[in-house]
């Protein structure tokens, strides 16, 4: 085992993605059942995502899944990745995590993203458009959400049962995300392993730009990305194909669709720019038999400096990815795995 891989946090965010022949209910079910394996595995947290409108997704409220999440864990932190702070007024958001954390001490993380809705039609129903996402209203919304759980209010009004609550804030970002995270002193979450050289270009960013906090006294980097271990490369580089080609889908087509099987992908002839998407999906995704992936996140660890990676593996063989995720604890010597 590396030494490396051995003094890094390992943990999961799941997107709830819904599986060709299955639905949304069933997506869900699966996301609470994954959380228990994923305990039992000795991974750190378990995160979970916020998306609206998206066929493929089931997971539309992220702190109600986060709640079912909770309720049937023991140990594992539990949050999300992200709640999209533009798409929500951020006292609210601040009474969300408050009962979370009120029900579950202790255990409570809460990741926030400045993404809005994927098309025109769910930011006109969020009543957002694109420039809600800006660095200046992110980080303004930021601030008044912090501001809540600590008791500075805006209007008077006191945040219930929220202040007076530590609810790890984590912020998920690129570009100027990162710098908004190193002004407000938190914890980075960054990715995508796609594009490692940019993303190792925002670490720099935060390490050098980070101003201590109430909430982190130091920089605290978490990377995030696909990892898919298997016993041959044929096998990882399998796992990884539905996810793959939904989002080649999505570029083309402009709808992310269900998870589709393996075989039938491969069948597929699919037009140039179909296959451009396709293939640039796959790239930079760590995977691999368990000696490659161990030895290319070694490498990712040591240049980003990160203390923890976040796994955001899905797949529509269950079975393959849940296997994928017992090997990656069993190569970072997590739990009982």
């Known amino acids: 085992m590396s030494s490396v891989l051995a003094s890094t946090r390992f943990s999961v965010l799941d997107r709830s993605r819904i599986r060709e022949g299955e639905d949304g209910p069933q997506a869900l079910r699966d996301t609470v059942a994954f959380a228990r394996e994923a305990e039992r595995l000795g991974y750190h947290r378990f995160w979970v995502s916020e998306h609206h409108g998206v066929p493929g997704v089931a997971g539309s409220a992220p702190t109600v899944l986060a709640a079912a999440v909770a309720a049937t864990t023991a140990t594992i ?57 800006g660095s200046d209203d992110f980080a303004g919304q930021l601030a008044e959400l912090l501001g809540w759980f600590a008791g500075t209010s805006p209007t008077g009004v006191r945040a219930r049962p929220a202040e007076g609550l530590r609810v790890p804030p984590f912020v998920l970002a690129m570009g100027e995300g990162a710098d908004i995270a190193a002004a407000a002193g938190l914890p980075l979450v960054i990715g995508d392993l796609r594009d490692a050289e940019r993303m190792l270009r925002g670490v720099e960013r935060y390490r050098a730009a980070f101003r201590p906090s109430v909430w982190s006294p130091e920089p605290y980097v978490v990377v995030s990305g696909a990892v898919a271990v298997a016993a041959t490369e044929r096998e990882a580089r399998r796992l990884l194909v539905p996810e793959a080609w939904a989002m080649a889908y999505s570029r083309t087509h402009g709808s992310f669709p269900p998870l589709a099987p393996v075989e039938r992908i491969e069948a597929r002839t699919m037009t140039a720019r179909e296959r451009g998407f396709h293939d640039a999906a796959l790239a930079g995704r760590l995977h691999g038999t368990p000696e490659r992936v161990a ?10 400096g990160a203390q923890e990676v976040l796994v955001t593996t899905s797949g529509y063989d269950r079975v393959a990815m849940l296997d994928s995720y017992r090997e990656l604890a069993r190569l970072a010597g997590l739990g009982t795995a």
């Open 77 to 133: 932190r539990v949050g999300t990745g992200g709640v999209m702070l533009p798409n929500h007024q951020p006292l609210v958001v601040a009474e969300q995590f408050g009962v979370l954390e009120s029900l579950f001490p202790g255990r409570i993380d809460m990741g926030l993203g400045r993404s809005v809705g994927f098309t025109d039609g769910v930011r006109k129903a969020l009543g957002r458009d694109k420039d809600a996402a």
């Open 295 to 304: 030895a290319e996140l070694e490498s990712l660890v040591v240049r980003s």
